[in-house]
């Protein structure tokens, strides 16, 4: 069965239905507009069965020279009714194709890598794809339990230094936007330490902006200084991990302990079932990452789906 595919053009209607099929909060209306402000175009299709919708996705075109056209991606979806994610695919797909001429749609879709849904990319004609956005390999928690049997499954050190981080003279609590431009600072100072890139000042206030609520900022702070800050985006389901940072005194004071700890709590009284650690590398942010809980978790990855002769010179060129 071939189903429809509308453009949404209505913000709330989108995010409603993207919490209604347990959406990631990269596939909210907020997460489109902030990279349409920022190199990309934006487009929220409604895939339907006759007069319902059965799935959306949020598809991000990116514009490529001559003679790829352009390149079509769905960051951590498409998400609808189980059991039909052939179809969505294919439906999305299909337009990407038909409209914007995309030499490949990619996506990495927010489903587990053993899952039934995952069982689908190949024979809807997506082929894994090494050129990887979100690391697949991450730590999700399940906010459904009690906090007790969160902080037993933790490792004794984390247990010890949310505590110890706790006592010290420091205030944990959610930014507000006149106090932003602290955590940004923080965050260059962490990016030069470790050495990754970041983008410009006005791309994280866009995401605070046009997420608003879904996308929560906490901070430690030591007086009026933020010494340590952990940056989220939320949906109804998921809750994401987007950005974090500490200065020198909030590494020596361990306040990232204290302060994600805080964080998980937050979600988990949203009634936010799913809270995503964002990736797994061989570093020691992921060494931190880990000691949340005893297991990992494995996600479907980055997929392909070839949409012009000219794919095999575009993945190679990549």
Not at 103 to 124: C, M, N
Not at 133 to 157: F, H, N, V, Y
Not at 196 to 220: K, M, R, T
Request: glycine share 10%; aromatic share 12%; with cysteine.
């Amino acid at each position: 069965m071939t189903l429809s595919v509308t453009p949404c053009t209505d913000p709330s209607r989108w995010n409603s239905l993207v919490n209604q099929f347990n959406g990631h909060p990269q596939q909210l209306w907020g997460w489109g507009k902030t990279k349409a402000e920022h190199g990309w175009q934006a487009e929220r299709l409604l895939l339907s069965d006759g007069g319902s919708v059965v799935g959306t996705a949020q598809l991000l075109i990116r514009r490529l020279p001559f003679p790829f056209r352009a390149l079509a991606y769905v960051p951590r979806g498409p998400q609808g009714e189980p059991g039909r994610e052939a179809e969505l695919l294919a439906a999305v797909a299909g337009y990407a194709k038909g409209k914007h001429h995309a030499v490949a749609l990619t996506i990495e879709p927010d489903w587990d890598a053993d899952s039934a849904a995952a069982a689908a990319l190949p024979g809807a004609g997506f082929r894994p794809s090494t050129n990887t956005i979100l690391i697949p390999r991450t730590l999700i928690l399940d906010l459904g339990q009690d906090e007790e049997d969160l902080l037993a499954a933790m490792s004794k050190k984390h247990r010890q230094y949310i505590r110890k981080s706790g006592r010290e003279e420091l205030d944990y609590r959610a930014v507000k936007r006149g106090e932003l431009q602290q955590c940004l600072d923080v965050y260059k100072q962490t990016a030069e330490r470790a050495g990754f890139g970041i983008h410009e000042d006005s791309y994280y206030f866009d995401i605070f902006d046009n997420l608003g609520d879904d996308s929560p900022v906490y901070a430690a702070f030591k007086g009026s200084d933020v010494v340590a800050f952990l940056w989220l985006s939320a949906s109804g389901y998921t809750a994401f991990e987007l950005y974090g940072g500490m200065s020198e005194e909030g590494e020596r004071l361990r306040a990232n302990y204290a302060l994600k700890w805080l964080a998980i709590q937050e979600m988990k009284a949203r009634g936010i079932t799913r809270y995503d650690f964002n990736g797994l590398l061989n570093d020691g942010v992921s060494k931190f990452k880990m000691g949340w809980a005893k297991h990992e978790n494995m996600l479907a990855g980055t997929w392909d789906k070839p949409l012009s002769p000219l794919y095999p010179l575009y993945n190679s060129a990549l």
